[in-house]
């Protein structure tokens, strides 16, 4: 990736998060050494569980799922798709082993930056101190709502909104992996599914 591409890139992202206004031009061009680029097969992990995840992705290209395994079942807890960040939160956070998994379900390409190289861009480029507190909010919030809506809202609510937030992506993620996110059953999904497209 070249230099251009790379500042394009965070440049989408923090748009999408509202946050580009906060660093100039100048401070954006000084970012980017921390950041390095990484393209991932269908398959291949970002994280894994029992192991410390120490970097934060940001998605160029492709999608990610986010699960972690019960009693021999894979639970999927979030995907991530094009100018998303992620990371696996809490191992990030208190630097202790994940105990959750990050994979690529299709090629993907990221960007993504170590902890200990977030902290000397904090010193560096003091302005990431502010954005790095509200990715982290962000990234809270959203554990939140999907805790929020597994307790309060139907199995039909609750596709309807990952229809909103993951728009254009269902062709792109196994219907089971879907399933499990929303923590239904694939026949209920199936069920689901044709009831709004009839």
């Known amino acids: 990736m070249t230099e251009n591409e790379s500042y394009q890139l965070l440049k989408e992202v923090l748009s999408n998060f509202e946050l580009v206004s906060l660093l100039s031009d100048e401070e954006l061009n000084r970012s980017i050494p921390f950041f390095q680029f990484k393209k991932l097969k269908k398959g291949e992990f970002l994280c894994k569980e029992g192991l410390k995840c120490n970097k934060i992705f940001i998605v160029k290209s492709g999608v990610l799922r986010s699960f972690y395994n019960y009693e ?45 190289e977030m902290n000397r861009l904090y010193d560096e480029v003091p302005t990431w101190n502010k954005i790095g507190r509200i990715v982290m909010e962000h990234l809270y919030v959203k554990m939140e709502e999907r805790s929020i809506s597994l307790q309060n809202n139907s199995a039909k609510e609750r596709y309807l909104e990952f229809m909103k937030e993951f728009p254009g992506v269902v062709n792109r993620i196994p219907l089971q992996y879907i399933a499990s996110f929303l923590g239904i059953a694939p026949e209920t999904l199936s069920r689901i599914r044709k009831s709004i497209f009839k």
Do not use: C, M
């Open 72 to 116: 021999g079942e894979e639970l999927t807890t979030y995907f991530n798709i094009e100018n998303t960040f992620a990371t696996a939160l809490r191992s990030y956070l208190k630097e202790i082993p994940a105990t959750e998994n990050i994979q690529a379900i299709t090629d993907a390409e990221v960007v993504f930056i170590t902890k200990e």
